[in-house]
């Protein structure tokens, strides 16, 4: 079994006769930036507040680093923003690292230039936090999450204001951590197309329940563009494909529906070819999602269960 960072069992949050969140089994694997996706209110926030120690579950559990030490002890590992950091306007970059180091209780100055050399800002001088770019304000809270040199990274909606070229800036920032260091990434967000460039693996919340958890080439795989073929002889109809259109790429599903990813712009060939065998078409479509429809009909199906 793959090692994890992060895994719940049923864990659930209720205010009142509300639910936040609602048997959540969530498993984080180790050196995966893990996108978490979910409309607002869908219960994002709360499930990292829990997972930062900001909050605290009303049932069920969560461990961390494979729960062999205290959830405090955890804690130190972990580095997040999930509210707005808490940046001091009149003081530099460097500065602002020194009061948290000292705040952490960090030993050594080494960690404050190494951190501003990660997110590309040593070279701010005595410009004044104030003055910095939203795009910049968010990257001076990641360097603050990384003066300890956390295993895991949490961050809560981290692209919220920031303009194309700040999203892009920090998309390749973690992907670089990510590859270089190893470092897991927990980064929430309602805008699947801000994350289909940069996670490995995703989660879908939706209404305080997870939907569903793939990898990113399983998501791919189910928007995959597709000719969708029901005929009365599925594996006459493979045949076909095979000999007639010399083609491999397809596969049979459960039901016995072939899903052919060839001859997208060409139904007419694929189905001259399967009735000129004496195949009865019972279906024959072009099929595929773009990742928000997918996660549209994910959810709309969810809200109708």
Do not use: W
């Amino acid at each position: 079994m793959s090692e994890y960072i992060l895994k719940t069992n049923n864990l659930t949050k209720q205010y009142r006769n509300d639910f936040a969140l609602k048997d959540i089994n969530m498993t984080i694997g180790k050196g995966e930036i893990y996108g978490f996706i979910g409309q607002n209110g869908a219960g994002k926030s709360t499930m990292l507040r829990i997972a930062t120690g900001l909050a605290f579950p009303s049932s069920g559990s969560i461990e961390l680093f494979g729960n062999n030490q205290s959830f405090t002890q955890a804690q130190k590992r972990i580095g997040a923003i999930v509210e707005k950091p808490a940046l001091f306007p009149n003081m530099t970059a460097y500065e602002n690292l020194e009061v948290h180091r000292l705040q952490k209780g960090i030993p050594g100055k080494d960690c404050i230039k190494r951190a501003l050399d990660l997110v590309g800002l040593n070279d701010t001088g005595k410009k004044k936090t104030k003055d910095f770019s939203l795009g910049m304000k968010q990257r001076l809270g990641l360097a603050i999450c990384l003066l300890s040199s956390p295993e895991f990274l949490i961050l809560d909606e981290p692209t919220n204001g920031l303009d194309p070229m700040g999203i892009i800036e920090l998309r390749e920032l973690l992907k670089r951590l990510n590859r270089e260091t190893g470092l897991t990434v927990l980064i929430s967000s309602h805008i699947l197309s801000e994350l289909h460039q940069l996670a490995t693996n995703y989660g879908i919340i939706h209404k305080g329940r997870l939907l569903e958890q793939l990898t990113a080439e399983e998501l791919d795989e189910k928007c995959k563009q597709h000719l969708r073929i029901k005929v009365d002889n599925p594996n006459m109809g493979a045949t076909v494909l095979e000999n007639d259109l010399s083609t491999t790429d397809y596969e049979v599903i459960a039901d016995g529906m072939i899903k052919l990813y060839d001859y997208l712009d060409d139904i007419r060939t694929v189905s001259k070819a399967l009735t000129a065998n004496d195949l009865v078409i019972e279906h024959l479509s072009q099929n595929g999602d773009s990742l928000e429809s997918y996660f549209s009909k994910l959810v709309g199906g969810a809200d109708h269960e």
